[in-house]
């Protein structure tokens, strides 16, 4: 495929993230990225540690990934390596996304004198130290704006008061589904999957906050109540190789499948009979919108953020968080009453249609981008 390059009087806006490995937010950055539109806006995707499965998806696709390459620690010659690319490649916003990124990112801004304006995007968090409420205080003074995606997100940073209200923006995430309905499919055989055998499955970064192995020990309670059914596990992460070892002590090694990162997670979803997310944190996630999206009902969490998203017993099903029994009979219930789930499945798809559609969220991004900009005249629909 052809070099991808600006056009015209495209407003240039950087992505900047730690890497594009596999995970919901570098999913929103590659596909950002892809929607480039000539002469109105061009987006470069820019790496601070490591490409990662989706930046080189979008390299065969022939978008160049800049790359700063971090050494450990604070590596204060990041700013200035920023700086050189913002000027060489005309630069007019940077977009970091999480905290690292949005630390470099602001100190390059004010190398420029501002003449480059920095935003960033909270995907998440777990805990907000007093130390990262320091920090977070004093970037968000030097910035255009800082972008959560959930109403409960921004209710927490309100109630906190240690971010100016006037800084924050709520952008909730969105998913291409014309994308997803346009991805390939995996196959069941090629998988070892028979024609009898349920699958309940999740895409996930496998990192202690996701809690990946509740479903590992939800899969023991199922397989020792007769249910005929295997995990798929899409991801990869710090959590692997504990993840293996909790599988083999179970003896489950014959029905976990542990597919790793993979640029093509869509192609997975289809292979599942029930989406779950055990996560104790989210803002709002990805892998729960294009589940939605693909007619996978899913089993959630019962957490504000996926409160956001689902309504218990109507488009998705809530557990208490860490209650693995709860898990394993909500999942056996839906193994046992087909119907119920696509009923839930149908109801998912069209709440996202309605709610979450990706265009919305991407013209909310351009309106940001645009403020303060000297363009702000420039026609989002072009």
């Not at 960033?120 to 777990?126: L, M, P, Y």
Request: proline fraction near 4%; include cysteine.
């Amino acid at each position: 495929m052809g070099h991808v390059e600006a056009e015209g009087a495209a407003l240039k806006v950087m992505q900047l993230a730690l890497s594009l490995e596999v995970g919901g937010a570098e999913r929103i950055v590659a596909t950002i990225v892809r929607k480039s539109r000539p002469g109105a806006f061009f987006y470069q995707a820019c790496c601070l540690d490591a490409k990662g499965t989706y930046a080189r998806a979008l390299e065969a696709d022939g978008h160049d990934i800049l790359m700063v390459r971090r050494k450990p620690g604070v590596d204060w010659s990041v700013p200035f390596k920023l700086a050189r690319l913002v000027c060489r490649e005309k630069i007019r916003v940077i977009h970091a996304h999480g905290e690292t990124p949005w630390f470099y990112g602001v100190l390059a801004s004010l190398l420029l004198m501002g003449r480059v304006k920095c935003l960033t995007t909270v995907h998440g968090w777990d805990r907000v130290t007093p130390k990262k409420k320091k920090l977070w205080t004093v970037l968000s003074l030097f910035s255009h704006k800082v972008v959560v995606v959930s109403q409960r997100m921004r209710d927490e940073l309100v109630a906190q008061d240690f971010i100016p209200r006037r800084k924050i923006a709520t952008i909730i995430n969105g998913v291409d589904i014309e994308e997803i309905d346009a991805s390939p499919r995996q196959r069941r055989s090629d998988w070892g999957l028979g024609s009898g055998v349920r699958v309940m499955g999740t895409v996930s970064r496998l990192s202690p906050l996701k809690k990946i192995d509740h479903l590992v020990l939800a899969l023991d309670l199922m397989v020792k109540a007769g249910h005929n059914v295997k995990l798929m596990i899409v991801g990869d992460g710090p959590e692997r190789p504990f993840l293996g070892n909790r599988v083999a002590e179970l003896g489950l090694e014959a029905r976990v499948i542990f597919a790793g990162n993979r640029k093509d997670a869509y192609s997975f979803f289809p292979l599942f009979d029930v989406f779950v997310l055990p996560s104790l944190s989210e803002g709002i996630s990805m892998t729960i919108l294009e589940a939605m999206t693909q007619g996978v009902p899913v089993v959630a969490a019962d957490i504000k953020g996926n409160r956001e998203i689902i309504t218990h017993n109507n488009n998705g099903i809530f557990y208490t968080p860490g209650d693995v029994a709860a898990l394993a009979q909500s999942l056996g219930n839906l193994f046992e009453h087909p119907g119920y789930g696509i009923k839930i499945a149908s109801r998912a798809r069209k709440r996202v249609e309605s709610d979450f559609s990706f265009e919305r969220m991407l013209v909310e991004y351009e309106r940001l981008y645009l403020s303060g900009s000297g363009s702000e005249k420039q026609n989002l629909s072009d």
